[in-house]
């Protein structure tokens, strides 16, 4: 007895066809991105491992979270308990003296407490934000070494070599720029990290937790 298909199972047929084999050209991709509902995140899928790893890298936007997780990533990838060669720790690479400043003294709790962290980046950014309010106002629009200054490009160079360092650079227009040990300088910070809405940040003379 020969098999009758409707209509409705014939086209249902001729979909699946379609969808294994005339898309081949997408199923031999190496890597399929995929927009998951996970806030600041694109999730990458590599197709050679099964089953998938999927790795989330900052998608961010120009709001204080997107500066906060952007700076992050630079740091330490995000990982709250990196240690790097040079001892500075936690998800924003903070040293020792740093941490001393805003009145954290035990490493070892600091690093295995992130709520503790991330109050720690709002304290030491609101101190910088402090010692270097004239010099945000005098710069912000400005153009140095063919760098559009802002005040976040400012935050984050200082969270990089420190509110005096980022200091000598805008007052020298761009001649003075402090080079950390893996060769990361102000002026990368100034533009890679330019053009967020830091106003969340307070300046505060002795910000500390």
């Known amino acids: 007895m020969k098999k009758r298909y ?32 996970v806030a600041n995140s694109i999730a990458t899928v590599s197709k050679d491992i099964k089953p998938f790893n999927i790795i989330y890298t900052p998608n961010v936007d120009n709001a204080f979270i997107g500066f906060r997780e952007a700076l992050a990533f630079k740091e330490s990838q995000g990982k709250y308990d990196k240690i790097n060669t040079l001892g500075y720790i936690g998800k924003y690479q903070f040293g020792k003296s740093t941490l001393h400043r805003i009145k ?11 709520a503790l962290q991330e109050k ?8 910088n934000k402090w010692i270097l309010i004239r010099d945000i106002k005098r710069s912000v629009g400005k153009s140095i070494n063919g760098i559009e200054i802002t005040e976040s490009g400012i935050l984050a160079a200082a969270h990089l070599a420190g509110a005096g360092n980022v200091k000598k650079y805008l007052r020298s227009n761009g001649e003075l720029i402090f080079t950390d040990a893996y ?27």
Not at 104 to 114: E, S
Not at 120 to 127: D, G, Q, V, Y
Not at 183 to 195: R, T
């Open 104 to 114: 954290i003294y035990d490493t070892k709790a600091f690093i295995n407490d992130p």
């Open 183 to 209: 060769g990361s300088d102000v002026q990368y910070y100034m533009k890679k990290f330019a053009g967020y809405d830091t106003s969340f940040i307070s300046p505060i003379k002795n910000a500390s937790i």
């Open 120 to 127: 720690a980046f709002i304290a030491l950014s609101s101190l």
């Open 6 to 37: 409707t209509p409705i199972a014939l086209s249902g047929l001729i979909f699946i066809s379609f969808t294994l084999f005339g898309n081949s050209e997408l199923l031999n991709q190496k890597k399929v991105q995929y927009n998951l509902p």
